[in-house]
């Protein structure tokens, strides 16, 4: 049963850490660069909360959603942007590696479409190991031009592994369209080539996006897959960087408006009694309160951390 | 000259402009070379000024682009792929070494493929393991590609207008950081040759060999030495494949000691070749500066400590003079400057 | 129209040239690996003759056919594979890097799947140029497990070149079957959903094939493009050698059977005259055996070829 | 113990089966593993011993393929991925450069990539620029990945079973001409430790350091050299990341000088970066030798010059030791004895 209340607080809280990032970001205190989410946010939500806590995700530079979807830790991530010691990956990796292996966000590459594969290839030892564990891998419309791509899925199909595809399609790939690197607007026909079921779906609905990922993972478990959803969605703000970016020339800003109609923060804090929205707002703030604070006080990590983690 | 002083950046668009006007088969394509933001401003608006087949997007293709430019420059054109970052190059190294290395020798001679392959090493900001990595060391290793690593914004436009005229495939290093670098670019068109290294600074003391952006570090190294009373002499290879390994060589052979320091690591990097190619002609105290032999971290602190800068360059030259340590206080590091976020 | 007597010459040709090959390999005059395509000549006889000579064709390491039916020249393709210095390559290349320029015959690449984009990239310059050649590339079944092809097919659909994807599936690649490494045997309705004219063709048919591509070339000229032909074939050898197989445990010589039935060396040898046949084979026979004296008696390349053709 | 004698590539299927019986998380995949040809031997029948998951073929997609076995190691298994060629491991760089290599790092200690990754030198019987490559050189430059490159039979067991306990991506150099030598083999379970050379013959006058296949060149140019009164001492490096430079160093402080003998390019490579660690260290008289720096040419009598061979590496060393030339008449080359075709 899809839980408004919990799906609100998800989304809620995404959009204020990011809208919060983006606000900072002019301090020059993130010396990285961040890809932010806004807009995007209900599809990791809908995902992640289909997903138990030991089901697994794999996504991309772009993954701020996706990490706190999946339960990563928040303090752990703001750390992380401020190059901190205290950070998911001890500061050594920023905003685009994301990783928070305890709460199953198994990382993020700032390489277009390389973990596709690694989805695939976790998948299997699932499969291998009859665990009923689910993996997933979020990426873009853009990832789906890359050869890895294409042999994932071929390989995904032929071993039957559960994983799901989440193709996240805002239409863009930085700062060009769909269709201006491929011929038609079509991936989930290309994916259902494979043998794999496919379907597109609105992104914007979160419990929509729940529902079929719901389906999809249940079917898993039972040893069947892979599935493949594309979602469709918009991002709010500049490629790269905490700006909009209707000036550029290269997108109009009535692109974004259907989107802003549909925004599910809005929409599903609406289905809430106001009291409820209020209380799961005020927790939320404090708790990104706190997470920026911890960000701000803790350490860079020691020089001697610039030797570690190359080799075990 | 003063109105002739520009950015690398300028000048890799000035040589790109004159080489298209001159040559009807030379064409732009690349990841985001149409867009606003125009691979650095170097590709801005040809596709205006030339038609859209002369300056166009892809998809994130890497492999079949580098074999889609292999094609095309076998079919006679002249095509010049542009990577935003060196580190992309993983993506299209079995074109580049099985095929673009290879063509004309195991077609016995029937087959050019004249390529040129910009990429940029994306230092700064943050990047990380995987948006900064400077990988020369790698296609060095390969015969039949050709490299350039300019430092100056002359050799920028020179090398570039030399890459596209050569009938081999020739990648081109640049660096965002040296981008920003100004110097004089004369109007017309020039080539500057391979194999040939630039003394960017003579001195008796010491031969600093220092590769893309550390050869602007190493400038700034030489200026700490000579406060200290060392005198470096500063080598620009500017073409890694062929290397003036006796350019080079003549170099150490004035000064009698050589440091190597490399935008890359030294293992099996260019620095290791450099030195072999050294010692093996002329024996001397030498050693060798790159990356700390780690991935790349993303974090500040940890980064300042990956690279070299001009205080550990100018302390690693004194100890190689003097045979003893001193320390060097360094200027504010000029990363940011050079370039900031927030890609 | 299809000229039969042409298109037997052709396939004689080259069936009896590898049948030599095979014979002759033994004596280890030919230091270096061979895939022949004896049963597999169907296919590049029936492309390359809708093809004109200025056309261009790339193919793979199992090229002989392939070379041969665009009108390379059999002496210094004997010669290369014999390791000489009047071969086609200089010796330097051997079996599997087949070339001839003048011919059309652009190079063989031995990694798979390499040369898909290079047929991509010359064709686009013939867009531009408006020559109005056509460029055709073969390529395996295997091959089509590769990235390389999607991102090709892809991008040649997004631009439109005038390229003929010419899929040779023999249904192995080495002792692989298709369903061994792929979900469906539906390269062509793959290939499809990039917007690409796809059909799947019996291979073993030349003067189908024929027709085929020559409408795909006449609609190419006009400036469409790409076509996408899966020519279903069979390798009746061992995948590299001069021997049969059948014994080694993958295949059985029952799947040969169909095939030799198919033969159109034997089916369009019998639809000629009987001695206008007997004359073309006389003909190539002789063609055969100067050449490979000119192979045996050609010298090898002098010392000084290991360092040219490097650089300009 | 005489019923110990085996080939390497015996050895290499004996380690597998072993460590396959011990763990059950070890598998094989790749191209071709799984069919009578079996990866020339070293994983006959692994699928029918241990079941259809821990044998597989492939696609042919070694991007991806690498990619899953990245994340198949990401989940805790121990994947050994096989390529009947070191050349094919160009299409899967990006994810051995841009991932194996970095994972743990940018991860900050989270993730671990335990694969192992098994290539093999193709050279014989012409197989020309694009079958016959060594291409450790490119792997040694990347800080991250573990290599071993044993010559013997016993270290092709010791080094494949360390790979695979290993928590770090270890690539794998064979050879196929090194799968056809004999040796003894012990019938326990033993690994080979990274980072230590090992001295195939003592001597004192000239250590050869000689990698894979040339490791038996180098011996038997030993041969040659003893006759002509010249001791050398023959150090396969074994690991060439990490390197034995103190091994090697000590070996070469006792010569008193270096011939570098490797199975791949010398530019950027193995060769260069072990002459410049010995040389930082220690500087003597030096030599390398390799691949010539062209692609390979698949006719024989060029092919011949392309390598080195018994005979050049004695007439090098020769020159190194006594500073003038000497000619050695060497035995007939064993290449088709030690890999005959077709493929
Ligand atoms: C292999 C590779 N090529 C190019 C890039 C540069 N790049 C970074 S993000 C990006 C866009 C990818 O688009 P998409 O997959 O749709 O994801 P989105 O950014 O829209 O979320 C590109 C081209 C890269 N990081 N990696
Ligand atoms: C990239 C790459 N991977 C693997 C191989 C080994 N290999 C050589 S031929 C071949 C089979 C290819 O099959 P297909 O494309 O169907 O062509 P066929 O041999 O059937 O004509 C393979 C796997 C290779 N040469 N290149
Ligand atoms: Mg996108
Ligand atoms: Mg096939």
């Given at each position: ?109 700032a390489v277009v ?200 | ?29 690349g990841i985001g ?6 691979f ?22 890497e ?19 542009c990577h935003i970052r060196m580190d992309f190059l993983l993506l ?26 910009r990429s940029v090493i994306g230092r700064?900001?943050?990047q990380g393991?995987q948006h900064s990595q400077g990988l ?38 640049e660096h965002r ?166 890609f």
């Open positions: 049963m899809p839980d408004l209340a919990r799906f609100f607080r998800q989304l809620y809280l995404i959009r204020r850490v990011e809208e919060d990032v983006a606000r900072i970001y002019p301090t020059d205190k993130i010396k990285s660069p961040v890809h932010l989410s806004i807009g995007q946010e209900a599809v990791s939500v809908g995902v992640c909360e289909a997903l138990r806590p030991d089901d697994v995700v794999f996504g991309t530079y772009r993954s701020h959603a996706t990490y706190l979807a999946k339960g990563g830790n928040l303090k752990k991530m703001l750390a992380e942007l401020y190059g901190k010691y205290t950070g998911c990956a001890k500061g050594k990796g920023g905003s685009m590696h994301l990783v928070d292996a305890a709460a199953g966000m198994m990382g993020a590459s479409g390389t973990t596709i594969p690694h989805a695939v290839g976790y998948a299997w030892v699932q499969k291998v190991k009859k665990s009923g564990r689910v993996v997933v891998n979020f990426f873009g419309d853009g990832a789906s031009d890359e050869g890895s791509w294409h042999e994932s899925l071929n390989f995904a199909a032929l071993k039957k592994v559960p994983v799901i595809f989440i193709c996240e399609n805002n239409g863009y790939s930085i700062h060009s369209r769909q269709l201006e690197r491929q011929p038609h607007a079509n991936l989930t026909e290309r994916a259902a080539q494979y043998g794999i079921p496919a379907e597109r779906i609105d992104g914007s609905d979160t419990t929509l996006v729940y529902d079929k990922v719901k389906k999809a993972v249940d079917k898993l478990r039972g040893g069947e897959g892979p599935i493949y959803i594309e979602c469709l969605t918009y991002r709010w703000r500049e490629h790269v960087g905490p700006n909009e970016d209707y000036g550029a020339g290269y997108r109009d800003r009535k692109e974004l408006e259907p989107w802003l109609e549909k925004d599910d923060v809005r929409r599903l804090g609406a289905k809430l009694p106001e009291a409820e929205r209020k209380r799961i707002e005020a927790e939320v703030e404090t708790e990104i309160k706190e997470a920026f604070e911890f960000a701000e006080k803790s350490p860079f990590p020691p020089d001697s951390e610039l030797w570690t983690d190359v080799y075990a | 000259m003063s109105d002739r002083v520009m950015t690398a950046a300028q000048a890799m668009y000035e040589g790109v402009v004159q080489e298209m006007e001159r040559d009807d088969t030379v064409f732009c394509f070379v149409d867009d606003f933001k125009a650095y401003g170097t590709t801005k608006d040809l596709h205006k000024k030339f038609g859209p087949d002369r300056n166009f997007d892809t998809p994130l293709s492999d079949a682009m580098t074999g889609f430019a292999i094609g095309a420059a076998m079919a006679g054109y002249k095509p010049i792929h299209g190294m079995n074109q580049l070494v099985n095929i673009a290395a290879k063509a004309r020798y195991m077609y016995g001679g029937q087959v050019s493929v004249p390529i040129v392959v700064s900001w943050g393991a020369h060391g790698l296609f060095m290793h390969i015969p039949g590609l050709k490299i350039f690593a300019p430092s100056t914004p002359y050799d920028h436009k020179g090398c570039l207008i030399a890459a596209i005229r050569d009938p081999d495939p020739t990648i081109i290093v950081m040296v981008h920003q670098q100004r110097g004089h670019v004369p109007e017309e068109l020039y080539t500057v040759p391979f194999g040939r290294s630039r003394v960017l600074q003579q001195g008796k003391d010491i031969t600093i060999v220092a590769i893309s952006y550390m050869a602007i570090e190493a400038m700034r190294a030489a200026a700490l030495l000579e406060e200290a009373g060392v005198s470096a002499e500063v080598v620009d290879p500017v073409s890694l494949a062929p290397l003036d390994v006796d350019g080079i060589t003549a170099s150490v052979e004035k000064t009698g000691r050589l440091l190597v320091v490399d935008t890359d690591w030294t293992i099996c990097g260019a620095a290791a070749e450099i030195a072999a190619a050294v010692m093996e002609r002329h024996p001397v105290p030498f050693k060798r500066m790159g990356y700390a032999p780690v991935p790349c971290p993303t974090t500040k602190n940890l980064e300042n400590l990956y690279y070299p800068n001009p205080k550990t360059i100018a302390e690693t030259a004194y100890q190689l003079v003097h045979g003893k340590p001193r320390t060097f206080t360094a200027p504010e590091a000029t990363e940011i400057i050079e370039f900031k976020g927030p």
